[in-house]
């Protein structure tokens, strides 16, 4: 993603988390995504940056998933698939919410402490999932199986915005 990054005009390092800190403190970068609000605030990045962008389209919090293999799904028996599918789906709503909770609070604490917290614009929004459409397209074409997911994905996303425009 740093290449589609670089053609928004961004130049992007990706470096452990814990270095950010002092990399922000030290001028070495101007700018950080690391990951939520919840996440960021915890690790006292208020201290060393001034704005909080918040965007729905690239990570407004962290994203679970279960990955399973279709040929071992099939193999389980039924009453398996049935406990992994209950508990996949109450253990990721409690995250979820226990997130969404947790990021509310961050960005009132991160305008408490003198923040400037703000929503990226529409076109940087656009913008970006143009580029990562893009990316998307291109690691599909080279991939079948990428390509298998990514066009689950879309058509996963095409129905809940056909009843929900605006997610």
Known sequence: MVVRLARLGA???FFPSKEVYEAMQRGVIEAYEVSTPASDWS???QEVGQYVYLSSSRQP???????VYEER?????????????SFAQSAMMRVYYLYAVEDVKAVQNFKDYGSTVELVSNEIEEAYAREARAFYADKSAA??????LYSSMIEFQDMIRAGFARL
């Open 61 to 67: 919090m962290e994203y679970m998933q279960l990955l």
């Open 73 to 85: 799904w099939a193999e389980l028996p039924d009453d398996l698939k049935q406990l992994m599918t």
């Open 143 to 148: 991939d079948p199986f990428i390509d298998k």
């Open 11 to 13: 130049s992007a390092s």
């Open 43 to 45: 690790r006292g990045l």
